[in-house]
């Protein structure tokens, strides 16, 4: 496919919901979260061939390139500022160490596996949201935080001869991102989404690129270069998708779509490599998805509460 034709219909700097489309916001987000599992898998595959680091600097080199190419200067010239430049790279240095442990990880565990971790990662950010934010968490959100941990203690069953190193960078992983998640929604309240697709894929490529000449393994084969190649494609292509859904429907009616990836992992893993998750991978990872729907919902009711609370203010009396 050229890159010509895949041209979104307007900017993601420029993005503004279009309105409450929940059939197409949901077919969008389907497939992002469907695209993200073809990226773990193309990252797994090429951590086969070369360093991590260097599908690190692929993943990142190759957002930025097709970023570049969708969001260039003369189309959308916004997408090219920033109000808040330190932030923007901390938020990339973030994703850069994030994406490093992730894809070290995938050399250790099925992919099944460190996605079930992942889906720790609303548990940290209400954690940090409460100490940089302010956010007020009640005890029904705690007991869902507390499960969510034996669901995790179930997938790694620690002492029991089955840890593996990857459980540990995975975990790494998903501690150190919910600071994505935070900086993400700092920015979000000044900065245009192209700007933050753009500086998250150049501020890696760029830190990245000095260090290739010390790590750098010249892929084999051209079954070597395509995962790599791969993984930069479908880490841009799911983000605009990601950015699409949120133009047609609310983040809180899209946030549960993303356990679908559970079932494309598993669909990938087993088709692609032989995976098949243990008893121990479905039993805590269902736990983890309950307790993260719960606090879905409860975040869903806390909304309407004070939605419902300033409408009534500003009723007459």
């Not at 500086?199 to 490529?205: S, T, Y």
């Amino acid at each position: 496919m050229k890159v010509k034709s895949f041209r979104p219909p307007s900017p993601p700097s420029t993005i503004e919901t279009r309105g409450d489309n929940k059939a197409l916001g949901t077919l969008m987000m389907l497939v992002a979260v469907s695209l993200f599992a073809c990226l773990d898998t193309s990252a797994k595959l090429s951590g086969h061939a070369v360093p991590a680091l260097e599908v690190v600097w692929f993943r990142f080199v190759v957002h930025f390139i097709l970023a570049a190419i969708l969001l260039n200067p003369w189309r959308a010239p916004e997408a090219w500022r920033t109000s808040a430049p330190k932030l923007q790279m901390a938020r990339a240095a973030v994703q850069i160490i994030c994406t490093g442990l992730n894809f070290l990880a995938l050399n250790y565990l099925q992919i099944a596996q460190t996605l079930s971790i992942q889906f720790m990662g609303p548990i940290f950010v209400t954690l940090l949201s409460v100490v940089f934010l302010g956010e007020v968490v009640g005890r029904y959100r705690w007991s869902a935080i507390f499960i969510s941990f034996i669901g995790v203690l179930i997938i790694t069953r620690p002492g029991v001869g089955t840890m593996s190193p990857g459980f540990g960078l995975i975990m790494l992983s998903v501690m150190i991102g919910a600071s994505y998640s935070i900086l993400t929604r700092k920015l979000a309240a000044t900065e245009s989404p192209g700007s933050m697709l753009l500086i998250m894929a150049a501020f890696p490529a760029v830190i990245l690129t000095p260090v290739m000449p010390f790590v750098w393994v010249w892929p084999r084969t051209s079954m070597d270069w395509l995962p790599l190649i791969s993984t930069g494609v479908f880490g841009m292509i799911s983000h605009y998708f990601y950015i699409q859904a949120h133009r047609h429907a609310q983040s809180s009616f899209l946030a549960p779509l993303q356990y679908f990836q559970f079932l494309a992992v598993l669909l990938l893993g087993f088709v692609i490599f032989g995976d098949v998750p243990t008893f121990w991978t479905f039993t805590g990872t269902l736990v983890l998805i309950g307790s993260g729907l719960f606090i879905w919902y409860r975040e869903r009711q806390l909304g309407r509460a004070s939605r419902r609370a300033v409408e009534f203010q500003k009723s007459p009396a």
